[in-house]
């Protein structure tokens, strides 16, 4: 297992890389870093201004490689920046100049805060009502409920957001319709409507989804060998469909777990939330290379860790599949 | 798994009840539901109530750093708290006028022998810098004249990054080669005194212009000049910290200002507390307009500020602040498109819900013009000012102004905005919207019915600023505008940058959603914008434009002193740019806002970024009118448990039968 | 004339999508297992409804698909058949008479079933002419990442070692740059428009089917058909494309069924990120996104966001139960 | 004990319904051993599921006649009855042991369960557990029990699938084609170690098979089953010896010798068998 483990890490190595390789051209594609400072300093820049501060970021440096035969080889953007990061250094904001690992670290929390708990709530209730629907499948209630769930995925997040909104303040008045405050128990009263609308907006695409792994599930062989044993349907459902059905869903689930921390960009701006949401939507637009590329640097190693995490939690809950 | 055969119904429905109650007290019972934390304080050190104002922000500023800050985000924040040499006066805005605030009166001009122009201030005595642990005991210093020498300094730092350094350095003294020697050294000397700013006594300094440029005057009423202290950045941007978190210098500004920085959570507020040391200006005793006698004859003279905290909300996206505003948590707010409908009746008044409420409505017109560059170069409007002309009688700018901004602005007659000297109140553009003039001028232009000798249409390239839904819609209809008269166009899209660098490059042809607005209001800060020795890269002469007539106009104008002369010339200038059309002029930005009834608005000038010093509040009527507005209903609270526990019983209930 | 070859260009490339899509029903429905699946299908009326719907919105997009050049540029078949619509100064009610416009309510110069948006169009007729915009997203989108992933999938597991590794390497790579980066630089750089929204789309997307159908032809290898078919010396590529290949269709297929939907409501979400469909296509997505602010608006304007979120749930929701039925139909166990 | 009468079993409705079974009717005596055979598609295994209403109902659906067990309609039981029913008095073994046992559970928590629902009384869980695997044949049963499935062959999983059935001590066991998915050698033990289970616990049995190979020397009565109806039925020796029906002719003219030669089963000359049919 363990040996599995340090295999992995090692085939990530090259994979951090190119994602890094891959961002950098991506962005650098997009736009020059001359463009990039246009941006920032709006339209009524200077080129001197546009150039002293290139300059003053190494934003002046050839992109790949140095050829210019003054300088050795790597000193060049891209070889620079990725040296710092695979020192875990994520460098400074190109816009505000402040550390970004300051940055990233204070806006964790508040993500974590709003999307752990609309991450569980949406699952259980998810799980819950999928198996609901299996329950009662082909029935009446089974369809009206499929429509409902497709008409849940298409109703854009943003109608649901202003919705609530409007329902939280001007009718309701009980909490905040928008703000936050990292104050111990009553945070949560800042939560609680961003959490359900997140619960909400993602319910109809996952109810639909785990209804149909588990509905895979109901058709093994071994659902019939427990109905024979007469195990009731409802203990069907909770014990064997939901612990296999589990295993598929570790692999949908689990990769994402990491992500949590990123937080939601629609349901950040709205509710005023300072968590990670937006650091890199924000950052494509500003623009803001560092942020970018600090944020997919991140980003990376938490899809990795996803996967890491993913086969440990399958070996962990099938037991045909052990980690060599 | 071992599972209950009979699950006990009492037991769930307690805990249903319990959970019932939970949420009754929760929801309806003492649960505030405002977004704000408490007030810094309760009751300010004199022993009354604590006045705080609530404001909201669109995004952190960007830097507070006085040299540095160029955006209107970061300088709403930073007006409060770091002032300038000079201000605007906050009621005089036709023509804006300046006054002195940390200076004891306007610079003396000099005329130094063997060329070259100085400016002889004096700073007031007795002034203090914040209280702030980067002073010896924390206790902030007197402000001397070598703060202002650092903060000239640090323009010509290159590692500073001032914006307006390259434009300065045309007219102050030593400013350029400062900052050339620096960028190839690497360093910068601080301990060599700039030739452009000669400190003459503890309060007194010069500074020595290259040639004369009136404007200068405008750049003191601006934050590039304003003092700082070497201590702050020292302390702050300092190698070594101890170990110790500390914020940047630009972060953390440490002024002279009425209000100073209490608290900063990025990404949700900022809250600026009273400066309790302020005491460099007072309450205007004149200058207001008529009707507003009764509001502030009684404050006239007073000590400011007025309010003991302000605090920004940052909202990234504006609909809950139309929100928050009718639950009374914010104390006021610009009318956006969103909420337009909902406040405005149609004769552009306030609609009643909002009139009973004491709810007022103003409108603020910037000193800034929108429009659409024609590039002059280009090959088929460069040459026909017909067509030019043409195409700026097809725009219905009126009509777009109704679509997109409900219409609010002033649709732009001429270059200049209003309250800049050589404003023409009844000057019309001669080439304003009127389509059967367009057409005619289509046939004069060589183009009957858009198309030419040939037969072929006309095929015209118009470049946008691609993004937002609103940004699409604009494009369209300005399409459509131009389709009106045959011509046919093609809307590309662009990436910001991408504009920028065509509109450098001069590859476009019709180039929408260009504009200027005012750094300081007079007429040589627009019309510079077609000044021929202004061209791109280097200048913003985005259409190219190159008229020797213009050009000798401009340059006398532009260092005259403000006379009926100076009027006259400004006058010229804009015939001549009416009749030529190097732009297609759309408006002169102007906005709604709103205020609460306890916090009327004292200032309306748009120079000063709110003028937060000025605003007042009635913390009493506030508390009052939020109670009356934030009623809870019991019944949803009731309806909500109710679903709870018959859908809790009804899976029991299945769980049961199965 | 510039203006022409692009209305026949695409004119021609909708014939040809049509001519392939045929030509691929043709090919496969010969087989006997998509015979009985036929069979099936066809006792499943709600699948047989799905399906219906499916082919109006195909009949929809496709009239909005063809332009004929008229003098003031080109206009589609859909536009042409509701030219007769007049257009009004701003929003309007569904069936109201005068303008929404608070500023100077004008009459209506003719009714609207659904009302009008911002720039006075019909909201019905937007509504339909967006069918095709979706329709070529999530149809060209189809055409770019299926092939790409199943190829790819395929080839990863058949021959394991080197190219399996070298697969796998990219598709964690691209898996692991943000969608949103990737999405926004890729139509940066190729410009708005709905082929390069299709290309990005299908660069971002071939990894979920790469991965889908690689786990599921490691499967297949290891079944005794197709050691049975190595031992009678076929060859690799026969294998594949003989064997293999049709023994995943099925997968294939509810994958891009399902994906379909996920593409058109891909749109949405670009536009809502301002890279959107360009100006003058008229999209669900672009409408969607207007209604944010159309939503806060007071009396509200519900009209766009309903009608066209209407449309889209309705193409939504029979994608869903079509590939509800197409599993249904193909699942071996049954029957 | 059992009787089936006039059992009819349509699938689908409408158009599309397919009839399943057609009118059968069939009884089962205590202790006595009744073989269904017939080809797949044949009926004969809803016809074993139907016993306690194990079809999905839809699509299934139950068009006509009576299942009675002692006397009751299993037609008209509720619920909680046919939970009872099932696996407490008729238990089932199927055909494919490797995917009929549930791949997340150890062996011991799936006999288990079964325990858990029909015997609550017993006290000693695991060592009922180890005697139902001892019962099966099942070597050092208490180091298997902790096993998962996957870690044993294909004849101990069927053995496990056995002993499952057996822990609660049914009145009837289906065993729906339970040699057909191993291997030769295997399916002679698992034959041989049911005719033993057989004759120690005095149960019924219901042997559903396409196999009349297997037949010969555990059941008592062979009912032959074509298309949805029962077209011969009769004590084993007859019908093997003296078919009537075309069909059944058919069918054991598939398998030469095999009834004379059940004793060289375990040999290698009937490696061909499974092909043959």
């Given at each position: 297992m363990v040996a599995y483990l340090i295999r992995r890490l090692f085939f990530f190595v090259p994979i951090v890389f190119g994602v890094m390789l891959l961002t950098f051209v991506l962005f650098f594609v997009v736009q020059s870093p001359d463009a990039m400072a246009r941006r920032v300093l709006?339209?009524?820049?200077?080129p001197k201004a546009v150039e002293n501060w290139l300059h003053n970021r190494g934003y002046d440096k050839p992109l790949?490689?140095?050829?210019?035969?003054?300088?050795?080889?790597?000193?060049s953007l891209f070889l620079n920046q990725m040296g710092r990061l695979a020192r875990f250094?994520?460098?400074?904001?190109?816009?505000?100049?402040?550390?970004l690992a300051e940055d990233f670290r204070e806006g964790a929390l508040p993500s974590l805060l709003l999307t752990v708990p609309a991450f569980f709530v949406g699952l259980a209730l998810s799980v819950v009502f999928a198996l609901y629907l299996v329950f009662i499948r082909n029935g009446v209630v089974d369809l009206a409920a499929s429509l409902a769930c497709v008409a849940l995925m298409s109703v854009p997040v943003m109608v649901y957001i202003i919705a609530g909104q409007f329902l939280v303040a001007q009718?309701?008045?009980?909490?905040?319709?928008f703000g936050f405050q990292?104050?111990?128990?009553?945070t949560a009263k800042f939560l609680l409507l961003p959490v359900a609308l997140m619960v909400v907006s993602g319910l109809g695409a996952d109810v639909r989804l785990f209804r149909a792994m588990f509905i895979e599930e109901m058709g093994q062989d071994y659902i019939r060998t427990a109905r024979a044993k007469g195990v009731s349907s409802a203990l069907v459902l909770l014990r064997h469909v939901f612990k296999n059905g589990l295993i598929n869903l570790i692999t949908l689930v689990v990769a994402s777990l990491?992500?949590?921390?990123?937080?939601?960009v629609v349901l950040e701006n709205f509710f005023g939330?300072?968590?990670?949401?937006?650091k890199l939507f924000s950052a494509i637009q500003a623009p803001d290379f560092a942020v970018v590329q600090a944020s997919v640097f991140l980003g990376s190693l938490l899809y990795l860790g996803g996967l890491l995490l993913t086969d440990i939690c399958y070996a962990w809950a099938d037991p045909r599949i052990r980690l060599q | 798994m071992p599972f209950r055969r009979h699950p006990r119904r009492p037991l769930f429905f307690a805990a249903a009840f319990r959970g019932l109650l939970l949420l009754s007290v929760l929801g309806?019972?003492?649960?505030?539901?405002?977004p704000h934390p408490e007030p810094?304080?309760?009751?300010?050190e004199n022993g009354a109530p604590w006045k705080a104002r609530y404001s909201a922000l669109?995004?952190?500023?960007?830097?507070?750093?006085p040299q540095v800050t160029y955006d209107n985000v970061s300088r709403r924040i930073m007006e409060p708290v770091q002032e300038c040499l000079l201000e605007y006066h906050?009621?005089?805005?036709?023509p804006y006028e300046l006054r002195p605030c940390l200076l004891t009166q306007l610079p003396v001009r000099t005329e130094r022998e063997g060329g070259g122009i100085s400016y002889q201030c004096e700073l007031k005595s007795g002034i203090l810098f914040h209280d702030?642990?980067?002073f010896p005991g924390g206790k902030g210093r007197e402000l001397e004249a070598k703060d202002v020498e650092f903060a000239f300094q640090r323009m010509a730092?290159?590692?500073?990054?001032?914006?307006v350094v390259s434009t300065l350095q045309d007219y102050i003294e030593g400013l350029g080669e400062t900052f050339e020697a620096a960028r190839k050294s690497g360093e910068f000397d601080y301990s060599k005194p700039l030739?452009?700013?000669?400190?003459?006594?503890r309060y007194t300094f010069e500074i020595r212009l290259k040639e004369a440029y009136p404007q200068l005057l405008y750049w003191l009423a601006m934050h590039f000049t304003s003092p700082v202290a070497r201590e702050a950045v020292e302390y702050y941007?300092?190698?070594?910290?101890e170990g110790v978190a500390r914020e940047l210098f630009r972060f953390h500004p440490v002024a002279t200002g009425p209000f100073r920085i209490a608290e900063w959570k990025r990404n949700t507020r900022i809250r600026l507390q009273r400066?309790?040391?302020?005491?460099?200006t007072a309450f205007p005793t004149e200058g207001w307009e008529a009707a507003q006698e009764g509001l502030l004859r009684p404050l006239a003279?007073?000590?400011?500020?007025?309010?003991d905290e302000v605090s920004f909300t940052i909202f990234r996206e504006s609909i809950p602040i139309f929100l928050l505003f009718r639950q009374g948590y914010l104390d006021g707010m610009g009318v956006g498109k969103d909420a337009f409908s909902s406040l405005i009746?149609?004769?552009k008044d306030l609609s009643a819900k909002y009139l009973e409420r004491g709810v007022t409505l103003h409108r603020d017109t910037e000193p800034s013009t929108y429009f659409m560059s024609i590039?002059?170069?280009?090959?088929v409007l460069g040459p026909n000012k017909k067509l030019r002309q043409a195409l700026s009688a097809a725009f219905n700018a009126q009509g777009y102004l109704d679509v997109f901004?409900?219409?609010v602005p002033i649709v732009a007659e001429q270059l200049l905005p209003p309250?800049?000297?050589?404003?023409?109140?009844?000057?019309?553009?001669?080439?304003?919207?009127?389509l059967e003039k367009a057409k005619a001028l289509m046939v004069e232009a060589g183009y009957p019915g858009g198309r030419d000798a040939s037969g072929k249409t006309l095929e015209l390239t118009l470049d946008t600023n691609g993004g937002s839904a609103d940004e699409r819609l604009m494009a369209e209809f300005e399409q459509r505008q131009f389709e009106a008269i045959g011509i046919k166009v093609k809307v590309i899209e662009n990436p910001f940058a991408r504009l920028m660098e065509k509109m450098d490059q001069g590859s476009f042809q019709i180039s929408a959603g260009s504009g200027w607005g005012a750094?300081?209001?007079?007429p040589e800060n627009f019309f510079f914008l077609y000044y021929?020795?202004?061209?791109?890269p280097t200048g913003k002469n985005h259409s190219r434009y190159k008229n020797p007539e213009f050009d000798r106009l401009f340059e006398t104008m532009a260092?005259?002193?403000?006379s009926p002369e100076r009027e006259q010339i400004a006058r010229k200038l804009n015939m001549i740019l009416s009749e030529d059309v190097p732009h297609l002029l759309t408006l002169h930005r102007s906005v709604f806002g709103l205020t609460q009834p306890w916090a009327p608005r004292?200032?309306?000038?748009?120079?000063?970024?709110?003028?937060?010093?000025y605003a007042v509040v009635d913390e009493a009527l506030r508390e009052k009118l939020r109670g009356d507005w934030n009623r809870k209903p019991l019944w949803p609270a009731l309806l909500l448990a109710a679903c709870v526990v018959s859908a809790g019983t009804f899976a029991l209930n299945v769980y049961r039968r199965s | 004339m510039a203006a022409f070859d692009l209305v026949w260009v695409q004119n021609l490339s909708v014939f040809t999508g049509y001519a392939l899509l045929g030509g691929a029903l043709w090919r496969v429905a010969g087989t006997e297992r998509w015979k009985a699946a036929w069979h099936r299908l066809r006792g499943d009326r709600t699948g047989m409804a799905a399906l219906a719907l499916i082919c109006v919105f195909l009949l929809v997009g496709t009239l909005e698909s063809f332009s004929v050049p008229q003098p003031t540029g080109s206009r589609t078949l859909l536009q042409l058949a509701t030219a007769g619509i007049p257009q009004e100064k701003g929003y309007s009610a569904?069936?109201?008479?005068?303008?929404?416009?608070?500023a100077n309510p004008t009459p209506l110069a003719g009714r609207h079933l659904l009302g009008t948006d911002a720039l006075g169009r019909d909201t019905l007729v937007q509504t339909l002419r967006a069918t095709r915009s979706a329709l070529w997203i999530g149809g060209l989108t189809s055409i770019i990442y299926i092939p790409l992933g199943v190829l790819l999938g395929i080839l990863a597991a058949f021959y394991r070692g080197w190219v399996d590794d070298v697969v796998q390497y990219f598709y964690s790579t691209v898996a692991a740059v943000p969608e949103i980066l990737m999405l926004v630089s890729i139509l940066m750089v190729l410009g708005k428009g709905l082929g390069t929204m299709a290309i990005a789309l299908g660069i971002t997307g071939w990894v979920g089917m790469a991965r889908l159908i690689r786990g599921e032809t490691l499967r297949q290898v290891e079944r005794p058909y197709v050691a049975a078919a190595r031992a009678m010396g076929q060859s690799d590529w026969k294998i594949l494309m003989r064997h293999l290949l049709p023994n995943v269709m099925h997968l294939v297929l509810i994958k891009a069924v399902l994906g379909f939907s996920g593409l058109v409501l891909a749109e949405a979400v670009l536009s809502y990120l301002g890279?959107?469909?360009?100006?003058g296509t008229a999209s669900w997505g672009a409408m969607i996104d207007a209604s944010r602010s159309e939503l806060s608006r007071e009396p509200f304007v519900w009209w766009n966001i309903s009608t066209s979120a209407g449309a889209l749930f309705l193409l939504v929701l029979a994608l869903n139960l079509f590939g509800d039925s197409l599993r249904r139909a193909f699942d071996p166990k049954h029957g | 004990m059992l009787e089936l009468r006039n059992l009819s079993i349509d699938f689908g409705?409408?158009?599309?319904?397919?009839?399943?079974?057609?009118?059968i009717s069939l009884s089962i005596a205590k202790g006595e051993t009744v073989a269904l055979v017939g080809e797949?598609?044949?009926g004969k295994s809803v016809t074993g599921m139907a016993l306690?209403?194990?079809?999905?109902e839809p699509p299934a659906f139950y068009a006509g006649g009576e299942i009675l067990f002692e006397g009751r309609n299993v037609l008209g039981m509720n619920a909680r009855e046919l939970r009872a029913l099932r696996g407490g008095k008729i238990a089932y073994v199927f055909q494919e042991p490797s995917t009929s046992?549930?791949?997340?559970?150890?062996v011991r928590s799936q006999i288990a369960e079964a325990l858990h629902l029909h015997?609550?009384?017993?006290?000693d869980v695991d060592a009922e557990v180890v005697h139902c695997l001892d019962m099966v044949g099942i070597v050092s049963p208490r180091q298997r029990m902790?096993?998962?499935?996957?870690?044993?062959s294909g004849g101990m999983q069927q053995r496990v699938m056995i002993a499952m059935a057996l822990a609660c001590r049914p009145q009837l066991l289906v065993a729906d084609?339970?040699?057909?998915?191993?291997?030769v050698t295997v399916q002679a033990q698992i034959l041989d170690q049911m005719r033993q289970i057989k004759q120690q616990t005095g149960m019924a049995m219901l042997l559903i098979t396409h196999?009349?190979?297997?037949i010969g020397g555990i059941a008592d009565r062979v009912a032959v089953m074509f298309r949805g109806k029962i077209v011969e039925e009769g004590a084993t020796a007859t019908v093997l010896g003296n078919p009537q029906h075309a069909y059944t002719k058919a069918l054991i003219g598939c398998i030469p010798q095999l009834g004379q030669h059940r004793?060289?089963?375990?040999?290698?000359?009937?490696?061909?068998l499974g092909a043959l049919c």
């Open positions: 709006g339209p009524k820049a200077t790949l490689l140095n050829r210019t035969g003054q300088a050795p080889w790597h000193d250094d994520l460098g400074k904001s190109d816009v505000t100049n402040r550390p009718v309701l008045n009980y909490f905040p319709a990292l104050e111990g128990f009553s990491p992500f949590l921390i990123m937080g939601s939330i300072p968590g990670l949401g937006n | 309806v019972g003492g649960c505030s539901n405002s810094l304080a309760e009751k300010s669109p995004e952190d500023p960007r830097s507070l750093d906050p009621f005089k805005t036709d702030d642990p980067c730092d290159p590692k500073v990054e001032c914006p030739s452009g700013l000669k400190v003459t006594g941007d300092g190698k070594t910290h400066n309790p040391g302020y005491r460099t003279g007073r000590a400011l500020p007025l309010v009746t149609p004769s590039n002059m170069e280009d090959p901004f409900n219409s309250g800049i000297a050589g404003y023409q109140k009844d000057f019309r553009n001669p080439y304003a919207f009127n750094d300081y209001p007079d021929s020795k202004n061209l791109p260092t005259m002193e403000n004292v200032q309306s000038n748009p120079m000063l970024e709110g003028g937060l010093k | 569904p069936l109201a008479t005068t303008t929404l416009s608070v890279v959107g469909s360009p100006v | 409705k409408g158009a599309s319904r397919v009839q399943a079974v057609k009118g797949s598609g044949s306690t209403r194990l079809l999905p046992l549930n791949p997340v559970f150890t015997r609550p009384e017993v006290a902790d096993d998962y499935p996957h870690q044993l084609e339970p040699t057909t998915a191993l291997d196999n009349f190979g297997i004793r060289r089963l375990t040999t290698i000359d009937h490696d061909a």
